[in-house]
């Protein structure tokens, strides 16, 4: 299947490091991986949602996986190129906050809200309004994520 989604570490990045310190994971991003066309999408804090090229050259860990729902989620990401990245998320952290907030996104509630918009819930069936984060340590908590491959090749 061409369409992944990659959790990966980003190398040299404060807020990569915030994330893996506060969130005690060594998961700091997550996006989607066409790997037939090479490209990527997601939530970043350069850019917000956007297609971007494939590359590993700033990531230390990559790991793929599949789900059920995998392409529509997809599809339904790229209806959300454009949407500035959520820096309330980094706080939200530490914090309770709306996660639901469709105007701009944090990279792996952005991951989260796709599925569930295609009717693929990654995560707990508990009411959404008592999550108030989702990260990419969350995501492999996942019991709907299909593990690939150790080093995510691109």
């Known amino acids: 299947m061409p369409v992944r989604v990659q959790i990966v570490t980003e190398r040299w990045n404060p807020i990569s490091a915030a994330i893996r310190f506060s969130t005690r994971s060594w998961a700091s991003h997550a996006e989607f991986v066409d790997t037939d066309r090479r490209i990527t999408?997601?939530?970043?804090s350069i850019g917000g949602v956007k297609v971007r090229p494939c590359g590993k050259d700033h990531y230390s860990r990559v790991e793929q996986f599949t789900a059920p729902g995998i392409l529509q989620a997809y599809e339904w990401a790229r209806t959300q190129l454009g949407k500035p990245y959520d820096f309330s998320a980094i706080a939200?952290?530490?914090v309770d906050r709306n996660w639901r907030d469709e105007t701009k996104w944090f990279c792996s509630e952005l991951i989260v809200a796709s599925f569930e918009h295609v009717g693929f819930p990654l995560l707990s069936t508990r009411p959404s309004a008592a999550v108030w984060r989702y990260t990419p340590r969350d995501l492999l908590l996942s019991r709907n994520l299909t593990f690939l491959n150790q080093k995510g090749d691109l």
């Open 41 to 44: 999408v997601g939530a970043r």
């Open 92 to 94: 939200g952290i530490a």
